[in-house]
T-cell receptor, first 114, second 111 residues
Framework: DAGVTQSPTHLIKTRGQQVTLRCSPI?????VSWYQQVLGQGPQFIFQ???????GRGNFPDRFSARQFPNYSSELNVNALLLGDSALYLC?????????????FGPGTRLTVT | DAKTTQPPSMDCAEGRAANLPCNHS???????VYWYRQIHSQGPQYIIH???NNETNEMASLIITEDRKSSTLILPHATLRDTAVYYC????????????FGKGTHLIIQP
């Protein structure tokens, strides 16, 4: 069975630009979460979506937005990119919103903002 | 605010048991202890979680003290592939606030 997939693998953008990252969850999983991992730190929670609705949000500015599609895949959008947005963006899927469900993480998208 | 305290790094010999401690002295009654690990250049991987009883699965054992203020993750027979950053996370089981990762313990398995 395929795990969580993310695209693209790597991305280079310029300050002020906009970026869209994509995530496909494990088949049957209805919950998708997004995390940002800056070099040397643990992942930081950005959003959780379940059944196409936002169920949780971390402490990130409104430049960050996301959505989930009927097939449960998800996109993360970041507008007006800053140098500090350079990070590994991780997507995780699970059966439901509870943390008691194992979170399966994808390999991440490495975003570099110059 | 960090809810857990972990040593920044540990070494363990290959084939020996690796015991990773975690202090969570302010844990609430509805909070679980979760362990995830992250191998270099990969996404985090779930290991195990528990509320107050000891837990065991095919990867590891989780020992939680009776007062729940600390726990130990045990990898019974460490291999080189177990070299990773191990995160101890304390959070309520319900809700949708995501996992709060700290800095974790960098476990290095020595050949």
């Amino acid at each position: 069975d395929a795990g969580v997939t993310q695209s693209p693998t790597h991305l280079i953008k310029t300050r002020g630009q906009q970026v869209t990252l994509r995530c496909s969850p494990i088949s049957g999983h209805k919950s998708v979460s997004w995390y940002q991992q800056v070099l040397g730190q643990g992942p930081q929670f950005i959003f959780q979506y379940y059944e196409k609705e936002e169920r949780g949000r971390g402490n990130f500015p409104d430049r960050f937005s996301a959505r989930q599609f009927p097939n449960y895949s998800s996109e993360l959008n970041v507008n007006a990119l800053l140098l500090g947005d350079s990070a590994l963006y991780l997507c995780a899927s699970s059966w439901g919103t509870s943390l008691s469900y194992e979170q399966y993480f994808g390999p991440g998208t490495r975003l570099t903002v110059t | 605010d960090a809810k857990t305290t972990q040593p920044p790094s540990m070494d363990c010999a290959e084939g020996r048991a690796a015991n990773l401690p975690c202090n969570h002295s302010t844990i609430s009654g509805n909070e679980y202890v979760y362990w995830y690990r992250q191998i270099h250049s990969q996404g985090p991987q779930y290991i195990i979680h528990g509320l107050k009883n000891n837990e065991t699965n095919e990867m590891a054992s989780l020992i939680i003290t009776e007062d729940r203020k600390s726990s130990t993750l045990i990898l019974p027979h460490a291999t080189l592939r177990d070299t990773a950053v191990y995160y101890c996370i304390v959070m309520p089981g319900g809700g949708a606030d995501g996992l709060t990762f700290g800095k974790g313990t960098h476990l290095i398995i020595q050949p």
